[in-house]
């Protein structure tokens, strides 16, 4: 699989979480996503983008651009060295997150994307990955 | 390790090689001269022994996953993906390598016909490169295939998903057939798009043609409804048959939006909800 | 500090969305809405996001709160122009927006608007069908 693009951006503020989303958005588009797969991801984005900052006491997002030979991809790493979630199975359960204003939002951000890989350990950090392809 | 002689092979015999592996795929007997004329399959296998012989001198005859191999990955990438077109079947395609083995084989026991041990050697090194290339080649004639029939998919999505205009602000989708999650992807889109462009309040989902409804199709049009209401336009969902209806209840689906038995009392309902009336003329008017 | 411009028409508070919105800047439209509310004792808010590309969780939980504390100070609001990218991406993420009412555009919003303001009685809670 080649990786035809690679970048790394800080996440520490709510202007990084807007960065974060312009700058998927602009890969996205460059990927040749369609509109509404470029929505989703960029809204998963800013879903996780906003976990790192609020959740994780800040951090980074590696962007991956792909090509599997017969799809393009893009890839997000979001990795923060945070107190970690300590029930991953909870945080990934919907009811966790919808209306009541609490919540990481992980059930739903899921479903916006094709693959979507967590790893979490409490006092060590979180690693979020999550790819869509088009 | 001594070096191979596969590359020295290939480039001091070249040309009878082309000749006779041409031959070769020529003579076989799957081979599709209804589909190729023989002028390309002479230039297609022209190319790849050049890009072969250059790529073999890399010294490296079995990793062909490695930058000098990626001319002949290239070739062989666009020669699958033109034969997918040309509707040759994988084996057709793959036959292009393997009918390179015989007319090679036989060059290197010419060679070695005094060598036994090296000689078995090379029909071995021989044998696992000309192998992987075969399979790489038809991998890359399942990728184009899969690429050709999603293409065709989508056509055929498009096609038959119309989102019609039933009146001032009312729009209808008359789904038919089975509701797959990129048949409701299609559908949600065209629906949702449509409703900004005609300024439609109400949208009439019709289901009478869709066999059946499980809990993902239901889950679909569930979704679909949500998103319509989002945007401000309300949902009615139509034609549901009694068996349609015995097995939500059964599933314990529950669609949260007005459902009517038939297209023509959603529409009714949709012209009463959107403060609109037909009114029908009286018989006796003769002026009026 | 930046902020969003509010609009006063006659009794209903208008806001257009234009710019992609740090999470600082949301709180403070959501703040400020709820002073002008206050102070103009509007009886309508409508709020235009038909410029906005991306409504993740935080903005949708932003409209959640302004639909909830307008109602609290004895008005409605309405959303109007979400796009159906952003409606197609809210139903899968699970954001249902219950308690928001929406319309299609501003004209349609002020209609519901209007509609309610004059007979709040006949008006179910949050606008949609209940069939």
Known sequence: MALTKDDTIPVHSSEDIVWVRQTVRTWAVELGFGLVDQTKLVTAASELARNTVDYGGGGTVQLEALNNGVHRGLRLTFEDHGPGIPDVELALHDGYTTGSGLGLGLGGTKRLVNEFEIESRPGEGTRVCITRWK | ?288 | MESIPILKMGDVLLVTIQVDMHDRLAITLQEDLTDRIASTSAQGVLIDISALEVVDSFIGRMLGNIAAMSRVLDAETVVVGMRPAVAITLVELGLSLRGVRTALNVDKGMDLLRASLRSPAEESADGTDEG
């Open chain 2, 1 to 288: 390790m001594a070096k191979s002689r596969i590359p020295s092979i290939l480039y001091a015999y070249e040309e009878e090689l082309l000749e006779e592996w041409i031959r070769e795929q020529l003579a076989s007997d799957i081979w599709r001269g209804d589909l190729l004329p023989e002028s390309e399959l002479r230039r297609q296998s022209s190319e790849f022994l050049g890009a072969l012989r250059q790529a073999a001198e890399s010294d490296n005859l079995t990793d062909i996953m490695t930058p000098q191999w990626s001319e002949v990955r290239e070739i062989l990438t666009d020669l699958s993906r033109s034969r997918v077109q040309q509707g040759f079947a994988p084996w057709e395609t793959a036959t292009f390598i393997f009918s390179l083995k015989q007319p090679l084989f036989t060059r290197l026991r010419q060679e070695l016909e005094q060598d036994a041990d090296t000689l078995a050697n090379e029909y071995w090194a021989a044998t696992v490169l000309l192998d992987e290339l075969g399979l790489f080649t038809t991998e890359a004639y399942q990728k184009s295939r899969e690429a050709v029939i999603a293409r065709q998919q989508q056509e055929l999505l498009e096609l038959s998903t119309p989102v019609v205009k039933l009146w001032d602000g009312i729009l209808a989708v008359p789904l038919i057939g089975t509701l797959d999650s990129a048949r409701t992807q299609l559908v949600m889109e065209s629906l949702l798009q449509r409703i900004i462009d005609t300024e439609a309040t109400i949208a009439i989902i019709d289901i009478t043609g869709v066999p059946t409804v499980d809990t993902l199709v239901a889950q679909h049009l569930i979704k679909t409804v949500a998103a319509a209401r989002l945007m401000g336009a309300d949902c009615i969902v139509s034609g549901i048959r009694p068996q349609i209806a015995q097995t939500m209840v059964q599933l314990g689906v529950d669609l949260d939006v007005t459902t009517k038995a038939s297209l023509a009392e959603a529409l009714r309902l949709a012209l009463q909800r959107s403060d609109q009336t037909i009114i029908r003329k009286s018989r006796d008017a003769a002026g009026g």
